[in-house]
């Protein structure tokens, strides 16, 4: 089975600009979740989608907005770019509805704003 | 306020040693656990869980332990290789919830 694949995996961007992030979860996982991940803050919780719907979402501003499609592959964009988005995200995907079970992370894309 | 960039607790084992690192985490209604390895440049990567019905895991050359009366988590690693150098990760989740919350991770490095 192939992993949770990101792409793109490197791209630089400016401020003010926007991004659109990609995610392909494993086969058969209904569940995404998106994380941010910096050397000031750790690994911190974006969104989680299952089956379309957003199910929660972390203390972020309204510029970072996700989506999930019905083949559950999922998007995140971040809007008006500021250079503290500086960051890896990573995507993380589950098979169940239950909030038991490990999350399979992707290698990340990694953001760097200027 | 101002941004301070998180320091990460650092372990440094000679090959061949057994490995400790620690986690507190911070809500007593968590009920499942896992450990993650992060390698350079790459995602984190599930090594063990656990739930809170359980104080102690094993798996191959990992042990898990849980004490939920201080709500402290460890990873021991039994007879660590280079390859085991990396960041290492606890993440908790309450069963009502479907984010988890990761600790600040410990940097081991693992002297040849």
């Known amino acids: 089975k192939a992993g949770v694949t990101q792409t793109p995996r490197y791209l630089i961007k400016t401020r003010g600009q926007q991004v659109t992030l990609s995610c392909s979860p494993i086969?058969?996982?209904?569940?995404v979740s998106w994380y941010q991940q910096t050397p000031g803050q750790g690994l911190q919780f974006l969104f989680e989608?299952?089956?379309?719907?957003?199910?929660n979402k972390g203390n972020f501003p309204g510029r970072f907005s996700g989506r999930q499609f019905s083949n559950s592959r999922s998007e995140m964009n971040v809007s008006t770019l500021e250079l503290g988005d500086s960051a890896l995200y990573l995507c993380a995907s589950r098979e169940g509805s239950m909030a038991t079970g490990e999350l399979f992370f992707g290698e990340g894309s990694r953001l760097t704003v200027l | 306020g101002e941004n301070v960039g998180l320091h990460l607790p650092t372990l440094s084992v000679q090959e061949g040693d057994n490995s400790i690192i620690n986690c507190a985490y911070s809500?007593?209604?968590?009920?499942?656990f896992i450990w993650y390895k992060q390698e350079s440049g790459k995602g984190p990567q599930f090594i063990i869980d656990i739930r809170s019905n359980m104080d102690k895991r094993q798996g191959q050359r990992v042990t898990v332990l849980l004490n939920k009366t201080v709500k402290h988590l460890s990873l021991q690693i039994a007879a660590t290789q280079p390859g085991d150098s990396a960041v290492y990760f606890c993440a908790e989740n309450m069963n009502t919830g479907n984010q988890f919350y990761f600790g600040t991770g410990t940097s081991l490095t693992v002297i040849p």
């Open positions: 086969s058969g996982h209904r569940s």
């Open positions: 809500n007593s209604a968590s009920d499942y």
């Open positions: 989608y299952f089956s379309e719907t957003q199910r």
